[in-house]
């Protein structure tokens, strides 16, 4: 299963392996995370499971639809370059590796 | 005596508001109380990707087990509660357990309208809003060919567009003259009945259902009364839900299409809350006096206000109301509360699949319906918040742009 690094706000780090197929949010609740809130249950719509993945690996991620674009103007903290949201990331063998950081807040 | 806070109910409502506790150190007890086996879990993929793919097996867990031992959260699952000693604040549940608490929240919820015809119980007739029915209804729908739907509204149609999508032949009846007719605008109801209709889906609207036809011990079709019969071998009835108050009502709470709140979310004792679908209460937005709301938004946005009131923080509850549909390609989002509006105006092609409708009042904006049009609903929700006004002549111009009015009317957001 490929692993996944979070990175909490304080700099904490949690490794989790994640089922492949499921999306990052998920991955992330069923591993233990509980920096993702994921109101919506995962349907692009409450922008409250951003993640900030580091510019290496955006190049491997499924782009950014326009709903996703929309919401992440909608985040609570900062949208930067490296925001995504994580309900909208497919998990892959590809993706073994994968750093993502947490926003300080999603709500 | 350690203080209590009993909620009972955990839906999203219930949930939020035992996690907005926490996350604001309240130090007493936290009993979140549900009548499901499961923990927590999400309810809004049920009626759309969870139906599509047959080997998923989790529903979307709210937060990991492990989030309500970390948090002091006391879960009590498969319980219900049967009764309230207001004046002793004791709620007593049907384990035989009694509680005393603090402070009491009704996250009840609401329950599925059911339809009392002849043949309504026959194996092959679903309902669906828990992840139990959810789970029965994939397990029929992917061995389906025939499904009639009862009811036009958002899961008979979220529904109608999946099964379309795995190849089943849908027929919709609906008693109104279109679809949604009670939450969206002619304009937007228009569109969904046609691109609907493109995808094959069948509408028969203005009927009323006779009876489900019982072949053998299971379904077979449905007549309706006008005499009209058509074969099915899965009904789904989606006509809608009753909001949960008799707790409330037996314990002499005001009832008024729902447990009636103030703009607090208090019921008429202050030490009892209602929130969520259950829940009646003044809403700015709204053209009516009261509403009462079945959505994610309003589940989570009362259950922080709840939660802050409990820990002495009150503030009456002024989130702006958005919801949304998907229904196959149709991604419908609504910000604000379109009842009781007089004028439409539409931007973007409503003979495609990407438009806006604008709903006013006289004249002022009650809310925006989209579909596909993900940047119009975000701005509309932001100029609805910040009481941005927008005439009619600015929502027809395409060259107004909204996301810009937004961000300059968008209050300071502290930095994170």
């Not at chain 2, 006391?74 to 357990?97: I, P, Q």
């Not at chain 2, 969904?192 to 203005?206: K, W």
Request: hydrophobic share 45%; glycine share 8%.
């Amino acid at each position: 299963m490929p692993k996944i690094t979070f990175i909490k706000s304080d700099g904490a780090e949690l490794v989790i392996d994640a089922k492949e197929g499921a999306t990052l949010m998920q991955a992330g609740i069923d591993g233990g995370i509980n920096g993702i809130v994921a109101e919506c249950g995962g349907c692009c719509q409450c922008a409250t499971c951003h993640v900030y993945v580091a510019a290496a690996w955006q190049g491997r991620l499924s782009a950014v639809s326009e709903s996703e674009d929309a919401m992440l103007d909608n985040t609570v903290c900062d949208r930067r370059p490296e925001s995504r949201l994580s309900c909208e990331i497919k998990i892959t063998q590809e993706l073994d590796g994968l750093v993502v950081r947490l926003p300080v807040r999603q709500v | 005596m350690t203080a209590t806070v009993a909620i009972v109910g955990a839906g999203l409502a219930g949930f939020q508001v035992a996690s907005s506790l926490r996350d604001q150190q309240y130090p007493g007890r936290v009993l979140l109380i549900g009548d499901e086996p499961h923990r927590p879990y999400h309810r809004p993929p049920l009626s759309k990707a969870f139906l599509l793919n047959a080997s998923e097996e989790l529903p979307v867990a709210m937060r990991p087990d492990s989030y309500y031992a970390d948090k002091k959260i006391e879960v009590l699952s498969s319980t219900r509660a049967v009764s309230v000693d207001r004046t002793h604040r004791k709620l007593a549940l049907d384990n035989g357990s009694v509680i005393d608490f603090e402070h009491l929240v009704l996250a009840v919820g609401a329950r599925n309208r059911p339809l009392h015809v002849p043949g309504y119980d026959l194996p092959g007739v679903f309902f669906l809003r828990h992840l139990d029915e959810a789970r029965a209804l994939r397990v029929r729908l992917h061995k389906a060919k025939q499904a009639v739907v009862i009811g036009a509204g958002f899961i008979g149609l979220e529904f109608a567009a999946a099964a379309r999508k795995l190849g089943v032949a849908v027929t919709v009846l609906e008693v109104a003259d279109r679809p949604m007719s009670r939450a969206l605008s002619a304009p937007m109801s228009e569109l969904f009945a046609r691109e609907h209709a493109n995808s094959g889906i069948r509408f028969l609207f203005g009927t009323q259902l006779k009876r489900l036809i019982d072949d053998e011990g299971r379904v077979a079709g449905v007549e309706t009364v006008e005499g009209a019969v058509i074969d099915a071998d899965l009904v789904l009835i989606g006509i809608g839900v009753i909001p949960n108050v008799e707790l409330a009502a037996t314990c002499n709470l005001e009832i008024r299409n729902g447990i009636a709140v103030d703009a607090n979310l208090s019921t008429s004792d202050p030490h009892i809350s209602a929130l969520g679908d259950c829940a009646s209460y003044p809403s700015p937005y709204a053209a009516e006096d009261f509403v009462r709301l079945e959505s994610v938004q309003n589940a989570s946005d009362q259950g922080r206000c709840v939660a802050a009131r409990i820990l002495g923080r009150a503030s009456p509850y002024a989130a702006v109301p958005w919801f949304w549909s998907d229904q196959g390609p149709l991604k419908l989002q609504i910000a604000g509360l379109t009842m009781g509006h007089d004028q439409t105006v539409v931007r973007g092609d409503p003979a495609g699949i990407s438009c806006s409708v604008f709903c006013f009042r006289e004249g002022r904006l009650l809310g925006v319906e989209t579909v596909n049009r993900p940047a119009d609903h975000m701005a509309a929700r932001r100029l609805i918040g910040n009481h941005v006004v927008l005439t009619p002549a600015d929502a027809a111009d395409e060259g107004v742009d909204l996301k810009q009015l937004a961000a300059a009317a968008a209050a300071q957001i502290p930095a994170c």
